[in-house]
């Protein structure tokens, strides 16, 4: 069991950078890959970034590439999510995901992951 515990989301302005942090429990947390999504109102949660397990591979959502990054610290097991230049397109609620003990390469797919985190709201004004 896996559980996750996100911080670092708050109220921004346009332009604006936060990081977001994800703590997972576990001594299995080099063996996950982690990923980010995001929620907003009314919509589907989709696909923000995804690490793997050793941290050597990352992949990015289109409308993120080049904004944000996400990292991991195995020695802390902690993912952590930079965003910058962000904008009002970026409010959302914010999950932290892990996959399954054994799973350590990275997906886009909301199904590849087993443990979810309780979100954290990153709201963007403009």
């Known amino acids: 069991q896996v559980q996750l515990v996100e911080s670092g989301g708050g109220l921004v302005q346009a332009g604006d950078s936060l990081r977001l942090s994800c703590a997972a429990s576990?001594?299995?947390?080099?063996?996950?890959?982690m990923g980010w999504f995001r929620q907003a109102p009314g919509k589907e949660r989709k696909f923000v970034a995804t690490i793997s397990g050793s941290g050597g591979s990352t992949t990015y959502a289109d409308s993120v590439k080049g904004r944000f990054t996400i990292s991991r610290d195995n020695a802390k097991d902690t993912v952590h999510l930079q965003m910058n230049t962000l904008k009002p397109e970026d409010t959302a609620i914010y999950y932290c995901?892990?996959?399954?003990?054994?799973?350590?390469?990275?997906?886009?797919?909301?199904?590849?992951?087993?443990?979810w985190g309780q979100g954290t709201q990153v709201t963007v004004s403009s």
């Open positions: 576990g001594r299995t947390f080099s063996s996950r890959a």
């Open positions: 995901a892990a996959r399954e003990f054994g799973y350590s390469a990275g997906s886009s797919n909301v199904n590849g992951y087993n443990y």
